[in-house]
Nanobody
C-alpha cells in the first residue's frame, strides 16, 4: 500500500530555514505530479507546492520565492526547502499526489515559526 512519511519539521525563529522530506513507498514519485500541503490550526489543508514528472514546479503565492520543492528519484523522496520562514507558515506539512485524487495521508511534520 502507499505510504508517505514526512520529517524535518521543528521549531524555528522567523527568518530561519527548514528542509522537509517525504519518503514514499508503494508509489513512484518520479512519474507523477507530487505536492506539499499544509494545514494551519483551524484552517483547511492547502496545496502550496507541486512538482510534475518533468520537474516543472508551481507554488502558491504565499510561499513563492521562499520555498523550493524538489525530488530525488533514486530515494523516492520529495523535499521542501523552506527559507525566510514567517509565523504564518506555522502548520502541519504533508505530501501527497498533486493530481488524480489522494493516497492515504501520512502523519505530517509540524513546523512552528516563532516571531
Amino acid at each position: 500500500q502507499v505510504q508517505f512519511v514526512e520529517s524535518g519539521g521543528g521549531l524555528v525563529q522567523a527568518g530561519g530555514s527548514l528542509r522537509l522530506s517525504c519518503a514514499a513507498s508503494g508509489i513512484t514519485v518520479g512519474i507523477r505530479a507530487m505536492g506539499w500541503y499544509r494545514q494551519a490550526p483551524g484552517k483547511q489543508r492547502e496545496l502550496i507546492a507541486t512538482i510534475s514528472s518533468g520537474r516543472t514546479t508551481v507554488y502558491a503565492d504565499s510561499v513563492k520565492g521562499r520555498f523550493t520543492i524538489s525530488r530525488d528519484n533514486a530515494k523516492n523522496t520529495v523535499y521542501l526547502q523552506m527559507n525566510s520562514l514567517k509565523p504564518e507558515d506555522t502548520a502541519v506539512y504533508f505530501c501527497n499526489k498533486a493530481l488524480s485524487g489522494y493516497e492515504p495521508w501520512g502523519q505530517g511534520t509540524r513546523v512552528t515559526v516563532s516571531s
